[in-house]
């Protein structure tokens, strides 16, 4: 009786990782938004493989501008490897007020889960880079690859760029949402120090700052997508007037900047 008791108890502790929890979240970079403004949703979890269905929200008193796009990273942090899906959507809201983003659904392995709901303050515009005026125009947020096309075997190198005229300036930036790929793991490159060099882009001079880099590797023939990622700038620029000394104005302005989406064909 005590053999058949070890073997059950035996059983259960092997079988108890098994049935561990899957972590299912939504994020966003802010809860409060101008009536002008994108906002981005991402829905992640701690899988990569055995989703067998994604139920987004509704998204009431939004337009759904961008998305879904779905996206899986693996990282290998000290030698342990850790797996994620994100599914994306990029929305703008319809009026003022505050609104609830519902819960989206997943199933994996025939349990479905679901994340908590989100609310959302639409306050009035704020004049954002939804539509590129000056001196929106003269800051780019661009994406390159070491590499036009790879093979299955072979790797290459993102970097993530932010391209600034001359006449303007930074005071602060942070992301909107990470970096994401699909089809390949990701290996971040560290950069110890951000540096500033002179270029040329589209027959102007610009300063450009390369903020970050990863080592991509595929997975799978076909298509590596690079997702547009998304940066908010706090900027500042020459109003076009003097003050009273004669002394030209800055104004101080944050605004949104988003890279396009590049894709690498796998042979």
């Known amino acids: 009786m005590k053999f058949i008791y070890f073997i059950l108890l035996t059983a259960i502790l092997i079988a108890a990782p098994v049935d561990a929890q899957v972590k299912f979240t939504v994020k966003v970079a802010k809860k409060v938004i101008g009536l002008d403004q994108h906002l981005r949703v991402e829905f992640s979890m701690d899988q990569e493989d055995d989703v067998s269905s994604f139920t987004p929200p509704e998204f009431k008193n939004f337009k759904v501008v961008g998305g879904p796009m779905r996206a899986m990273n693996t990282t290998i942090v000290n030698g342990v490897q850790n797996s994620e899906t994100i599914y994306s959507y990029i929305i703008t809201p319809k009026a003022l007020g505050t609104f609830s983003i519902g819960a989206a659904q997943i199933t994996i392995a025939e349990k479905t889960y679901k994340t908590a709901p989100i609310t959302i303050t639409v306050s009035n515009a704020v004049n954002s880079t939804s539509v590129a005026t000056a001196p929106h125009e003269n800051i780019y947020m661009l994406t390159s690859v070491s590499k036009e096309k790879i093979g299955v075997k072979d790797s290459l190198i993102v970097s993530h760029k932010v391209y ?43 300063r450009a700052t390369t903020w970050g880099q990863d080592v991509l590797k595929p997975k799978n023939k076909g298509f590596i997508h690079i997702a547009p990622v998304h940066m908010e700038i706090e900027i500042k620029y020459l109003s076009g007037t003097n003050d009273i000394f004669g002394k030209p104005i800055y104004e101080t302005k944050t605004i949104q900047v988003t890279s396009k989406e590049v894709r690498v064909p796998v042979l």
């Open 164 to 206: 600034v005229s001359p006449d303007v300036g930074i005071l602060n930036w942070k992301l909107i949402a990470k970096p994401t790929y699909t089809n390949c793991t990701s290996d971040v490159i560290e950069i110890e120090k951000l540096t500033v060099e002179n270029v040329t882009y589209n027959a102007k001079e610009f």
